[in-house]
């Protein structure tokens, strides 16, 4: 490192200890920022990481700027209601019985205020920021692949030209290194649309959910009921196409002694749990790897406002810090993001391939 | 007798829980280093036996590296649960 720099830093953290003491925080550091106007870390994480009624663009002053969502609910006392979420005023009002909670087993979701008080939690089938950014994500999708899709079909044989030239090693990259060792050469054609429809799903999504501003900003492959979804259409293509060997092999498999399976049968339990566990797995790897991405990356973001409660100067020279921090974890973001869909495609491929074996002929080791 | 009150009283309260938490992330943290940290060597000393194959050995080491990670998560995800809800 140069003098001048290095001369630089120290002034820069000497600035800063001189500034402000450290103290031990108590117990109601992190309390609601509504009240008190402090800043609060797990507040901003956990909104950000969350599904919301709105879209939170911006705050300028002390004024919210956010794109209010439809909603829609079915109550069993009052019927279908639909409404925007701006009649909420960002969680502060009651309309038409309805509120967003605050506390409590329902926190952060809207529940209807009966006459005595308690909450009940109706039918809710909002258009949130997570199922909006589904929208937006399913319409950048479509917009991509049918302008490829028109330029292969015109003429097939023209040198690639545009986003063929981003699309098209991918695809091949799928067919050849995840479909094609996974399925056999015969079958891979049957499930190829469905491998290549979940890569892209699952990668476009995770660089959504980098991108700070509107239309990116919505973790929505950091949301575990949709990692479950995708996870269960994995489980349903597997199952389905699973051969008789398949199912067999689970309750009788050939090549493991028998003390294994008669009295106790230990082997066809950790078979079919196994079934189970597998989509189960495939759910949390995706859903922890993304929404623990955004949590480093809030986090070494909020590093800076906690620091400029004690000091501006200490913010200041947090800051060079975090936006470091910040550059470092976006590009490993982005791997993670192209690794997660890689894996989450991969093993569902190795997982219908291993369910399509049929007719093997185990090598008997004697 | 006494002591048994005390431990029963520890073991029943909140804030024992989130240091347990704590430290099974941080236990978490130490099963995927080390995970990894292997993954890492054999595939860079494989490398270094067979460079023509550096393509082949990277994305396995990558792909498997994932896995591992997804092993991780699963004890931090529980311990995030035992924090926060």
Redesign the interface.
Known sequence: MTRVLKTLLIILFALSAFTFQLKASDEHAGADTVSTGKFSTGELIFSHIKDSYEWHITKIGHTHISIPLPVILYSQQSGIHVFMSGKFHHGTETYQGFKIATEGKYARKIVEVMADGTEVKPWDISITKNVTSLFLSILIILLIFISVAKRYSDNFARAPKGLQNWIEPIIIFIRDDIAKPSLGNKNYQKFLPYLLTIFFFIFINNVMGLIPFFPGGANLTGDITVTLVLAIFTFTITTINGSRDYWVHMVNAPGIPWWLKLPLPLMPIVEILSVFIKPFVLTIRLFANITAGHIIALGFYSLIFIFAEKSAAAAYSVSVISVAFNVFMGILELLVAFIQAYVFTLLSAIYIGMAMESHEVHAETH | MITLAVILQVAANMAIAKMGAGIGAGLAAIGAGIGIGRIGGSAVEAIARQPEAAGDIR?NM??SA??I??VA??A??ICFLVLFV
Do not use: P, R, T
């Open positions: 994305s990558i792909v994932a896995l990670e997804g998560f699963f931090i995800v």
